[in-house]
């Protein structure tokens, strides 16, 4: 069993940019997938970037070339940067492992708005 646990969300106004981290109860080396989703109101949970245990990385098209994820096996944390940010980036982000079956973490709320 794994527990996620995110931080770094907030208030951000357009153009700004966070970090997010997502840090996780035991050792990610082994998971080969890791990825961060996130849900705005009344929308459904949308994928933004996936990392695998190589390094290979994925991203929706809205995001790329703005957000970067990246894992640190050494430290059991996945990270989002997120950079130009847009209103329609708020949402809460959740973390997600691929890892008996999917694991998520609670999420942090991403609010830009000037």
């Known amino acids: 069993q794994v527990q996620l646990v995110e931080s770094g969300g907030g208030l951000v106004q357009p153009g700004g940019s966070l970090r997010l981290s997502c840090a996780a109860s035991?050792?990610?080396?082994?998971?080969?997938?890791m990825a961060w989703y996130r849900q705005a109101p009344e929308k459904q949970r949308e994928l933004v970037a996936v990392?695998?245990?190589?390094?290979?990385?994925n991203y929706r098209d809205s995001v790329k070339g703005r957000f970067t994820i990246s894992r640190d096996n050494a430290k059991n944390t996945v990270y989002l940067q997120m950079n130009s940010l847009k209103p329609e980036d708020t949402a809460v982000y959740y973390c997600?492992?691929?890892?008996?079956?999917?694991?998520w973490g609670q999420g942090t709320q991403v609010t830009v708005s000037s």
């Open positions: 997600y492992a691929d890892y008996i079956g999917g694991t």
């Open positions: 035991r050792s990610i080396a082994s998971i080969g997938v």
């Open positions: 990392v695998t245990s190589s390094g290979g990385t």
